[in-house]
C-alpha cells in the first residue's frame, strides 16, 4: 500500500485538484478526462483507473468518500480532499517541473489548476519555471561547447538545447499574454 509521502503519479493529482476546486463522484470526474473535457487533450483515464486512483488516494489518506443520495438514484460516494491532499496539492503546483519532458504533463495541469481553484499564482509559477528553464539551458550549453561538433553526443545534446529554446520561448509568450 502507498503512503501519503509516495509521489502521486499526474493523474493522480488531477483527481485531487479537481476534487479540491469541489467535491465530486467518480462520475463527474471521468468527465473531465473525456473527449471533450478540460483535461482531455493533457491526460486521458479511463474510467476503471480513475475509480483505481480513487481508492488509492483514499487509502493513502489524502481524500476521503461519503455516500451520498440523488432522488432515485442509487447511492455514490462523493469525494473531497483532506487538509493532508489539500497541502500535498499546493506543494505540488507551486512545485516547477525539473524535466522539460514534465512540461507537457505536469506543468499544464499545474497551470490548469492554479487558474482553477485559485488557490496559486499563476505568475509566480510561470516565473519559477522560467528561471528553471534557463538553468537547463545554460547547462545543456555548458555541456554543449565541451564536446566535439562531429559527435553524437553533441547532437543529442543539441536537440535538448533545440527544445530547452522552444519551450522557454512557449513560456514567455504564455507569460506575456496571460
Known amino acids: 500500500m502507498a503512503t501519503a509521502n509516495d ?3 499526474p493523474a493522480q493529482y ?8 469541489g467535491p465530486a463522484h467518480g462520475y463527474d470526474l471521468v468527465r473531465s478526462f473525456n473527449e471533450g473535457g478540460d483535461l482531455a487533450g ?7 483507473s480513475l475509480y483505481a486512483a480513487l481508492k488509492d488516494l483514499a487509502g493513502r489518506g489524502l481524500i476521503e468518500g461519503h455516500e451520498e443520495r440523488d ?5 455514490r460516494i462523493v469525494y473531497e480532499p483532506t487538509n493532508a491532499g489539500r497541502k500535498l496539492l499546493q506543494e505540488w503546483i507551486e512545485t516547477p517541473v525539473s524535466r522539460l519532458r514534465e512540461i507537457r504533463l505536469d506543468f499544464l495541469l499545474k497551470i ?3 487558474r482553477l481553484t485559485g488557490r496559486a499564482s499563476v ?3 510561470l516565473a519559477t519555471q522560467i528561471a528553471v528553464c534557463h538553468r537547463y539551458l545554460a547547462d545543456l ?5 565541451a564536446l566535439p561538433p562531429d559527435g553524437f553526443a553533441y547532437l543529442v545534446t543539441q536537440s535538448k538545447v533545440s527544445a530547452a529554446r522552444a519551450t522557454l520561448d512557449w513560456l514567455q509568450d504564455y507569460r506575456r499574454n496571460a
Not at 42 to 48: D, K, N, Y
Open 7 to 9: 509521489r502521486l503519479n
Open 14 to 21: 488531477a483527481i485531487l485538484g479537481l476534487l479540491d476546486a
Open 42 to 48: 493533457v491526460v486521458r483515464l479511463e474510467q476503471a
Open 71 to 75: 432522488g432515485l438514484r442509487p447511492q
Open 112 to 114: 490548469y489548476f492554479a
Open 123 to 125: 505568475a509566480d509559477l
Open 141 to 145: 550549453e555548458s555541456a554543449s561547447a
